[in-house]
DNA sequence: ATGCAAATGAGAATGATTACCATTACCGGC
DNA sequence: GCCGGTAATGGTAATCATTCTCATTTGCAT
């Protein structure tokens, strides 16, 4: 399904603004961004959206499942795809670096958890802040 | 350890105002309270603190490890008494509601996933959000 | 008791996000 | 392909949680 599809099945009409932020998901080389990386690098290609229009759109889009929102530690919202795969996320407290992982056991025990005391789940959400301690992290300790 | 000895290890001074607050927590019924929470409270009981300084003294709290802070969704922060024993979070969308669980294969997967991509560890947070189905739920479905 | 550094509190300032509203851009029907 | 109505946009003001500033007060060691 391509991104005017999408935007078609969520009800939203494809206006420009719409598919540059779908854009800038889909094949950025950053998979997590907050409404001011969205708003800064739409600036920088030129392309002029306004600030109140980025969070709008973000948040439309999440409510149509396009995107989904975090809450990593610190005060703003982080979104991503959603490409369908449910993954849990490792915060690099030193640069910022943010990996994916999926654990079947850990979504499994989760669900117990939860049915065990009588809660039908909604979704969930696992972050796990660290330090790269690899050659990769630019921070490294 | 009781709260003056509390306050002295931390290296704060054992002021009214920190002192109110610990009681909050320390014999409250409700476990999670935001700093909001907390400021009405001591209004309430006729204790008059400032927001500022229950911002403050949160924060000193949480940094002393008397408290930690939680990001559920939503906006503003929640803290908890810092009691040693670390656990997870369900937190009711439909009454608010935050039911506490330990799991200790979650536990020991989570440090694996992290130490096998080459993380150190600081912390982690563990969210399941969902409805109460019991008869607890004064929002039941 | 005394003094001084640390803590408090009132209100201003900040940062993220949302609301308002006049202007503009989609999209279906002619 | 053009028109109109409606939904979308964007600039700015407003809101909400939180932090900062700074003059005043308090805890605590002497």
Redesign the interface.
């Known amino acids: 399904m391509d991104h005017l599809t999408h935007l078609k099945t969520a009800g939203l009409k494809s206006t420009l603004p719409r598919l540059k932020v779908l854009n800038l998901f889909g094949n950025g080389n950053e998979r997590h961004l907050s409404a001011e990386d969205v708003y800064k690098k739409l600036l920088a290609s030129g392309d002029d959206v306004g600030l109140a229009t980025v969070y709008r759109v973000l948040t439309q889009f999440e409510q149509a499942g396009l995107l989904i929102r975090h809450?990593f530690?610190g005060?703003k919202s982080v979104f991503e795809l959603n490409e369908g795969k449910h993954h849990?996320h490792?915060v690099?407290?030193q640069c910022g670096r943010i990996?994916e992982?999926y654990?079947a056991?850990?979504e499994s025990?989760?669900k117990k958890?939860?049915a065990d005391?009588?809660?039908?789940?909604?979704?969930?959400?696992?972050?796990?802040?660290?330090?790269?301690?690899?050659p990769?992290c630019p921070n490294r300790?």
Chains 1, 2 share one sequence.
């Not at 809660?119 to 690899?134: E, M």
């Open positions: 809450h530690e005060d849990d490792i690099c407290l990996e992982f654990d056991t850990i025990r989760q958890a939860a005391r009588g809660y039908s789940v909604h979704d969930h959400s696992l972050y796990i802040y660290a330090d790269c301690i690899k990769k300790l």
